[in-house]
């Protein structure tokens, strides 16, 4: 018999109807959110300790370039960035920056795109496709992620799109961090260790337009 | 002396241990209470995530087979084994296939478990630990000793000695802070260049078959992302039916953990790299391991299938913060450990590990999925007992206690008489020394016992 088959023998029983397991979930306690006021309930968890992001607002998607320069700028980076190949970015003027779209093993900034964030947690969610890497965004010491503040939705259960799911689809909230030696916290342990969040106010057109 | 009490007085004997442990597991304490403190109902939300598991474990079969049927459908490939050596050899023979020469691995108390490092080593696969503990103690060689953070025993000092000895390019400054980007610098090419990546799973969901991984660091996506081959190796109660279920799941494990409201890192992996994209493996792998999973369901022990593997039970454990996690001796530590152990390894040589526990109720208080760790500890001691593996002096001794017990006149005499005695010796309400309790009395004191037995007392308050 083979393991399969004997570990399934061993555990026979009817199948569960999906009623069943909808009526375990009920109303999950969960943290309370202001559905009226999305933007500042993400952006007070935003800056929370544990999450630690910084933020900046940008009216259109023509502001982009000017607001990582900013930011860079800032934080004493060259104007050099790892930018996914979103279509959606052709719009802005990237003159003023040295852009590429596979990050280098020590990448210093890279620019990603968030689907929605959750204001419960301040958690950015991400999905991978053609146009949008994974990699880049944990190789990477800044990450910059533009938000459309339209995106914003209130509790963790709105993350995942119903239907098929992408081959990953990822949550960040926060820095790369760890408490491993002494329970000490320390930012920047594999990952990022800048997280910095620009709001787009304008419509931001979904990718599948494109 | 059995093994256990060899190591757990050995670990008494050791200061820094104790100073270690008690940094990280203070912490993990304090923060997990503001964040239960700040949750709006978390004595309903742990009875929920109780009755999710519980209808998972019922139903484990069917929900395996959808999980496995929507994870082929996403190209992934999976794999069951019954055994841990099973587990390993399927693990050891993707590799071959692969032709790897290093795997990167995110932490995974399973691969711990079935005994993977050293499955790896024997095969001649160089392993790389990529978790911030796990490289310590790699490094170190030595086992975890905490679920969660399984450097715990370490001291930053050991730390630092350790990685300056190891590392090629090693800190400076003598900071926490240092010593992390140090281990950053030594692990970031390590996990580019491996061929293989090997992780658990925090939660299998049944209706995407996505496999869900959790971390603070980041390292599972680093290690998981560039190698061609993704491995799997999860137990077979990882199972969830669906997001929502895991969402409420994540909730309770954060905040369990270590008293955040969500891990940094939180994703779920679908297949390997679709047609198209930039990154991910080329293969994805599941190994679903049963290793004694099927047989405590059957024998008395499906509660203990809840676990999330949240640690709090251990961080909140009077015995578990005076011996760290070694002097269990299995690879579960703590009062989790003390009920896993014996259906993993055999009670005969863990039937003591039963009695580390006061009874105090703690573990059980603090489980996010409310597991009875008393009473599943209290049933390894009468199985235990039923089996003839207690001592003869310890059978001798509750021979004649219960012999006692049984006759109330002579058992409140006794028990008075003891009283009186053990006052005696007392000092200031605490006892340094007591005839035939040496092994207790040595590294810490026994309260001195009140005036008069429980049953007087009571039942002179019953008389006002
Ligand atoms: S037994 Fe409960 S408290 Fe202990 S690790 Fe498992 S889930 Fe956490």
Known sequence: MSARAAILARLQSPAPDASQAAALLGTPERPAVDATNLLSEFLARLALPSVNASHDVIASLTDLPAAIARYLADQHEPLTLCCPPDPRLDVCDWSAFTLHATAAPDETATLAIARTAIAETGSLIFETSPTAPMLPNFLTLHHIVLLPVAAIAAHLEDAPLPGPQPRAHYWITGVSGTTDIEGTYVRGAHGPRFLHVILLRDEFPHISDH | ?464
């Open chain 2, 1 to 464: 002396m059995s093994s256990f009490t060899t190591r757990a007085d050995a670990a008494l004997a050791d200061p820094i241990l104790k100073i270690a442990v008690e940094r990280t597991a203070g912490t993990a304490q304090a923060k997990r209470a503001i964040a239960i403190d700040a949750f709006p109902d978390f004595e309903a939300a742990r009875t929920r995530a109780a009755a999710i598991k519980d209808h998972v474990i019922a139903h484990l079969g069917p929900y395996l087979e959808q999980f496995e049927a929507n994870a082929i459908a996403a190209g992934a490939q999976v794999h069951w084994a019954q055994t841990a050596d099973e587990a390993c050899r399927i693990v050891i023979a993707i590799c071959k296939a692969a032709n790897a020469k290093t795997v990167a691995r995110s932490k995974s108390m399973l691969g711990e478990e079935i005994g993977l490092p050293h499955a790896l080593e024997e095969a001649g696969i160089g392993r790389v630990e990529t978790d911030l503990a796990e490289h310590i103690i790699q490094l170190a060689d030595e086992r975890p000793s905490h679920i969660i953070w399984p450097a715990m025993h370490k001291t930053s000092e050991q730390v630092s000695a350790l990685f300056k000895a190891k590392h090629r390019t090693p800190h400076e400054e003598e900071t926490i802070a240092a010593m992390a980007q140090s281990a950053r610098r030594e692990l970031r090419g390590a996990m580019l260049g491996a061929d293989v990546g090997i992780s658990g799973a925090n939660f299998l969901i049944a209706d995407s078959g996505a496999v869900c991984t959790v971390t603070n660091e980041g390292n599972a996506e680093l290690s998981l992302v560039p190698p061609r081959v993704h491995i799997v190796t999860a137990g077979i109660e990882k199972i969830v039916p669906s997001m929502p279920h895991a969402i409420h799941m994540l909730r309770m494990l954060a905040r369990s953990a270590t008293g955040a409201a969500l891990t940094q890192y939180t994703t779920f992996y679908t297949g390997p790299k679709r047609p198209g994209d930039r990154d991910g493996p080329e293969e994805m792998h599941i190994v679903l391991v049963d290793n004694g999973r099927t047989k405590m369901r059957e024998e008395g022990l499906a509660e203990m299938l809840r676990c999330i593997r949240c640690g709090a039970c251990m961080n909140h454990c009077v015995v578990f913060r005076q011996i760290g996690g070694h002097a269990y001796g299995g690879t579960y530590p703590g009062p989790m450990g003390a009920v896993l152990t014996p259906a993993l390894d055999g009670l005969a040589p863990n039937r003591d590990l039963a009695h580390a526990c006061t009874l105090n109720g703690m573990c059980q208080q603090v489980c996010p999925v409310k597991i009875p760790l008393p009473t599943l500890l209290k049933g390894w001691r009468e199985k235990s007992w039923r089996e003839g593996l207690e001592p003869t002096s310890m059978r001798a001794g509750l021979s004649l206690w219960a012999w006692v017990a049984t006759r109330p006149a002579l058992y409140r005499l006794g028990t008075a008489i003891a009283i009186r005695a053990i006052r005696l010796l007392g000092r200031n309400g605490w006892i340094a020394r007591l005839p035939l309790a040496g092994g207790w009395t040595r590294y810490r004191d026994l309260p001195k016992p009140a005036a008069q037995t429980f049953m007087n007392q009571y039942k002179q308050e019953q008389r006002k």
